[in-house]
C-alpha cells in the first residue's frame, strides 16, 4: 500500500506563489504516473495536472502557471504554482494508482 502525504499549502495573496510536495511512502520504487486534484467549497473534486512516464499534462485554468515535477530520489511529486488568483482556492491533493487519498493541504489565495 502506498500513502501518500502533501504539504506546502497556506495563506497566500493574489498573484503570488506557492509549492506544494507530495511524498510518496511504501510499496513503491518509482513514480510514473501521478497526480494533483484540488477540491473548492461546494465543488468537485478536479483533476489539474498529471504526469506521466515525464510527460506532463494541465487542465486549461492552471495552464501557464503551475508546473508539476517529480523527484524519484525522494518519492516526491511537486506542484509549483505562481500568479496564484483568488479562484485556486482549494484543498489540494495529490493521487496515483493503488493510493488512498491523503488529507490534503489547503491553498487559500486572498489579499
Known amino acids: 500500500q502506498v500513502q501518500l502525504v502533501e504539504s506546502g499549502g497556506g495563506l497566500v495573496q493574489p498573484g503570488g506563489s506557492l509549492r506544494l510536495s507530495c511524498v510518496a511512502s511504501?510499496?513503491?520504487?518509482?513514480?510514473?504516473?501521478i497526480g494533483w486534484y484540488r477540491q473548492a467549497p461546494g465543488k468537485e473534486r478536479e483533476l489539474i495536472a498529471y504526469?506521466?512516464?515525464?510527460?506532463?499534462n494541465y487542465t486549461d485554468s492552471v495552464k501557464g502557471r503551475f508546473t508539476i515535477s517529480t523527484d524519484n530520489a525522494k518519492n516526491t511529486v511537486y506542484l509549483q504554482m505562481n500568479s496564484l488568483k483568488p479562484e485556486d482556492t482549494a484543498a489540494y491533493y495529490c493521487?496515483?494508482?493503488?493510493?488512498?487519498w491523503g488529507q490534503g493541504t489547503q491553498v487559500t489565495v486572498s489579499s
Open positions: 493521487k496515483m494508482p493503488g493510493a488512498d
Open positions: 504526469i506521466n512516464d515525464g510527460n506532463t
Open positions: 511504501g510499496s513503491i520504487s518509482r513514480i510514473n504516473l
